[in-house]
């Protein structure tokens, strides 16, 4: 049998034929009603001549304002105003012509109560016609296929909305009930059609009693807490969750239904925004020349896009990755933003100096947003040589230069990773804050230097290349298992677009020498998060998907910090930004020690560039490494030389 979703539309010439006959039948009643029913007066009174008028008048509007061009199926309030339309410009024109010929022959061709009143009777039945083809085909579309008991969680604007692109999509295989809704003021009406009810009262008999099989949040500024109770009790009713987009992000200011997404893991670790709001952003960056390193990696890219939004004159965007650079310089070209904004890839390593010195002599940059880095803690252990070229040296490059060519603002992107490091991913970046920092501090030493070093810290971003969310997708698409490497890991969550905010106010508040931390919450514990993804999936944890311990990978920790024990904090302007007030060491020892690294490096020793890592940060003790015999080694010398000394004392 064919489908009732495979019927096509009728043409408009048969919806036109339609619209006649029954404009015809208007009238004929209206013509019965105003003479008592009695034919043989209805006729005598030019009934003839009133329907020939009647049809023609009719007809010219129906071709002016198009009424039957639209799709009976979808009908709605906005056809019936047309129709309203439609039919008063039918009467408006009968009116005109029948006051021409009474004025030049003294009669009355239809009476003004027929004219009324056929008025009323088309409206209503053009528009009762169309919502009974509507209705039939919705019935007969429901009885060919099941459809499922949709509720929207939000009794307000965005939810009517939401529920007219449900209703209209006859692939969505929804049918809207009901809403849901905090606002006790709403529940026990009926909104659209639909009856409201109480998120927060007998929600579980009420899902379980319409056989709820959805629900669809529909509330534009919903706080992440409210949203991860609502989406939890669903979760333990194995009722799905959706999630309508903020109205910014639709579609040319319309809201489809392939925009209503399932809610993902993203939405739920999110906090709520915080609100970085500073004129002085785009007072310090539009019209400047502005350079980011890593600028293809998930924090460059996106403080590129926020960076053009306030106007610099160059957007100097570097990395080495060439075929991810490409993809960011296509994308920002496009932005609406960008206008008149020279944006200028450069494939470059950091750790070319002369190549770097090129770059900043001819672009002479005012700010730089520092975010090239090597991030993967495993990767770097293996790799201990590449991490301390890059994330150290590379550093040292861009700070010198920044100096040299009179940068006035250098942003440094860190990790809470820094904060004693057993690895060497972070101990590496805890040596370029000590470095920038101590540079900055030589403006009172024998340095000649004019910039502003700023340093953020922060945690995990949501979503970043290689982090742990992709990754449990991957692993939940390929039908499990999840693998984690320890029952006990946390870690520290934000959004990227908050990250980057972070960082760009950071440039602007900071007046060199800090080193700005975030106030992250809660830490998340990586099983939870796993859990929560497979449930999100539709599935349930260790029947449909396992979860499996991998072990701690080298160098990983089992919780992440933001300060070490030594380190304080500071308030600033924003209560959720703060300032570490860490031990700092002189420009000139920290040159000293960093010789001896880069001499250790390029020798090859990494067994030697290990120690003096650990020599220059004794907080950096490494776990599950191979590098932990070093620490054991140290131990016995600090020991050692403590014996000594108790002796000859």
């Not at 029954?22 to 001549?49: D, H």
């Not at 807490?225 to 669903?234: A, F, I, M, P, T």
């Amino acid at each position: 049998m064919k489908k009732i979703n495979d019927i096509s539309f009728l043409p408009r010439w048969i919806i036109l034929l339609i619209d006649l006959a029954l404009l015809l039948s208007a009238i004929v009643f209206a013509y019965l009603l105003r003479f008592n029913f009695n034919v043989e007066e209805v006729i005598a009174f030019k009934f003839t001549e009133g329907l020939v008028l009647f049809l023609i008048c009719h007809l010219i509007a129906i071709f002016l304002t198009q009424s039957y061009a639209g799709i009976i199926r979808y009908t709605s309030i906005e056809d019936g105003l047309r129709i309203s339309y439609t039919t008063f410009i039918g009467t408006v024109l009968i009116a005109i012509v029948s006051y021409l010929n009474y004025w030049y022959t003294g009669s009355v061709i239809i009476p003004l109560s027929v004219l009324i009143i056929s008025f009323i009777l088309a409206v209503v039945i053009l528009f009762s016609y169309r919502v009974l083809v509507k209705n039939l085909f919705a019935y007969y579309r429901d009885a060919v296929r099941l459809r499922k008991n949709v509720m929207i969680f939000g009794a307000g604007q965005y939810g009517i909305i939401t529920k007219h692109v449900i209703d209209a999509d006859p692939n969505a295989r929804l049918r809207v009930i009901g809403f849901i809704d905090d606002d006790l003021k709403k529940v026990g009406k009926v909104l659209n059609g639909a009856p409201i009810y109480d998120a927060g009262y007998n929600l579980d008999d009420i899902l379980e009693k319409y056989r709820v099989h959805e629900i669809v949040i529909a509330i534009a500024n919903l706080s992440v807490e409210r949203k991860n109770e609502l989406v939890d009790y669903c979760l333990k009713a194995h009722v799905k969750v959706r999630t309508v987009p903020a109205p910014d992000k639709w579609v040319n200011g319309e809201l489809s239904m392939n925009q209503i997404k399932e809610v993902r893991i993203e939405d739920l670790l999110g906090r709520e925004s915080i609100k970085l709001e500073n004129p002085k952003v785009a007072e310090n960056i539009e019209g400047k020349t502005v350079l980011i390193t890593g600028a293809a990696g998930s924090i460059g890219s996106e403080i590129a896009k926020q960076i053009l939004k306030v106007k610099p004159k160059k957007l100097i965007i570097l990395d080495q990755a060439e075929s991810f650079l490409y993809a960011i310089d296509i994308e920002l070209t496009n932005l609406d933003v960008k206008k008149d904004i020279e944006v200028i890839p450069v494939i470059m390593d950091v750790t070319n100096k002369r190549r770097l010195e090129f770059i900043f002599d001819k672009y002479r940059p005012n700010i730089v947003y520092h975010a090239a880095a090597y991030k993967h803690v495993p990767l770097m252990e293996m790799h201990p040589f590449e991490a301390v070229a890059t994330n150290v040296f590379g550093t040292k490059n861009l700070a010198d230069l920044s100096v040299q060519y009179d940068v006035k603002k250098f942003v440094m992107v860190s990790t809470d990773k820094a904060v004693n490091p057993t690895n060497v991913m972070g101990a590496s970046k805890r040596l370029a804050e000590i470095y920038v920092q101590s540079l900055n501090d030589s403006k009172s030493e024998e340095v000649k230097n004019n910039t502003q070093f700023i340093t953020t810290r922060f945690g995990n971003v949501l979503g970043s290349n290689g982090s742990v969310i992709p990754l449990f997708k991957k692993q939940i698409e390929k039908g499990g298992p999840i693998t984690v490497t320890h029952p006990d890991v946390t870690r520290y969550f934000m959004t990227i677009p908050e990250a980057c905010q972070l960082v760009i106010e950071a440039g602007i508040m900071g007046f060199g020498g800090e080193i700005f931390v975030f106030d992250m919450g809660r830490s998340i514990k990586i099983i939870d998060l796993a859990k929560k993804m497979i449930q999100l999936s539709g599935y349930e944890v260790d029947v449909d998907i396992k979860i499996v311990f991998s072990g701690l990978r080298e160098g990983e920790k089992l919780f992440e910090e933001l300060l070490s024990d030594n380190e304080t904090t500071l308030p600033t302007h924003h209560e959720k930004i703060l300032i570490a007030k860490t031990e700092r060491m002189r420009h000139k020892d920290i040159i000293k020690e960093l010789q001896k690294l880069n001499d250790l490096m390029n020798d090859e020793n990494e067994l030697g560039m290990i120690m003096q890592m650990k020599n220059i940060l004794p907080e950096f003790v490494s776990h599950a490494s191979r590098f932990e015999a070093l620490d054991e080694e140290m131990a016995s010398e600090r020991k050692r030389k403590w014996s000594i000394t108790r002796k000859i004392s």
